[in-house]
Every structure is written in C-alpha cells, then in structure tokens.
C-alpha cells in the first residue's frame, strides 16, 4: 500500500494540510506536531512524490554537466572530477545528470531547451 499524506494524517490525527506544511518544514507547524508526523511518515515508509514536489517549486532538483566525447573514463583525474562534482551537488540536495556533448550549433540550444523547459535547474 502507497503511504500518501493522508495515510499519515489518518495515524496521526492532524489534517493532510498539517501533515503537508510539517513535512515541508513550514515554521507555523508546532515543534512537537511536526516530530510526531515526521515519526509517524517514516514509521510507515512514507516517500514524497518527487515529481508533484517539482511542479509546485518550480525545481527540478537536477544539474546537468557536460562532458567532451573525447573524456576517459578510465582516467583517474577525471573520475575524481566526476566524483567530487556528484558529491557537491548531492550535498546540496541536488541530482547529477551527465551529457556527452553533442556537435555543432543545435549543441547549445538543445542545452537551453532542458533547462528553459524545466528539465534541469541548471548546466555546467
């Protein structure tokens, strides 16, 4: 069974917009009204739906970087490189999504299209 807000609201008592404002992190929400439902949501397994979260934000949560055709993988430094960028972004509540570039003109409208269509937050 699909753990949603009101799965949590019914265990919990608090209303789904309640539930909603304490796991969003809205300062309104009572301390201890917050730590019963954030208990309660991972008692049950609750997961957040990524992709409603999104349209509302706006954010996608997602990077894009992109890397020459030519790079080798097998190639400690640039592992490192890959690693420590993934990492960054992790730590910042961010997805990484790796692109071989691509050639001529349409290369860099193609990148303006994913992030202008709300694919991508952002590309490096």
């Not at 300062?27 to 019963?36: A, F, H, K, S």
């Not at 949501?41 to 949560?61: D, V």
């Not at 592992?79 to 972004?89: F, R």
């Given at each position: 069974?699909?753990?949603?807000?009101?799965?949590?609201?019914?265990?919990?008592?608090?209303?789904?917009?309640t539930?909603?404002?304490?796991?969003?992190?809205?300062?309104d929400?009572?301390?201890q009204?917050?730590?019963?439902?954030?208990?309660?949501?991972t008692?049950l397994?609750?997961?957040?739906?990524?992709p409603?979260?999104?349209?509302?934000?706006?954010?996608?949560?997602?990077?894009?970087?992109?890397?020459l055709?030519?790079?080798?993988?097998?190639d400690?430094?640039?592992?490192e490189?890959?690693?420590?960028?993934?990492?960054?972004?992790?730590e910042?509540g961010?997805?990484l999504?790796?692109?071989?570039?691509?050639?001529?003109?349409?290369e860099?409208s193609?990148?303006?299209?994913?992030?202008?269509?709300?694919?991508?937050?952002?590309?490096?």
């Amino acid at each position: 069974m699909k753990v949603t807000l009101k799965t949590i609201a019914e265990e919990s008592g608090f209303s789904i917009t309640t539930v909603s404002r304490a796991l969003a992190g809205y300062d309104d929400v009572n301390e201890q009204t917050r730590q019963r439902i954030i208990e309660i949501a991972t008692r049950l397994g609750y997961q957040p739906n990524l992709p409603a979260r999104h349209l509302r934000s706006k954010h996608t949560h997602t990077i894009g970087m992109v890397i020459l055709r030519t790079a080798h993988f097998s190639d400690p430094f640039f592992m490192e490189l890959l690693s420590g960028v993934g990492l960054a972004a992790s730590e910042e509540g961010y997805d990484l999504l790796l692109s071989a570039q691509m050639r001529g003109e349409e290369e860099l409208s193609a990148y303006r299209r994913m992030v202008a269509g709300g694919r991508l937050d952002g590309m490096v």
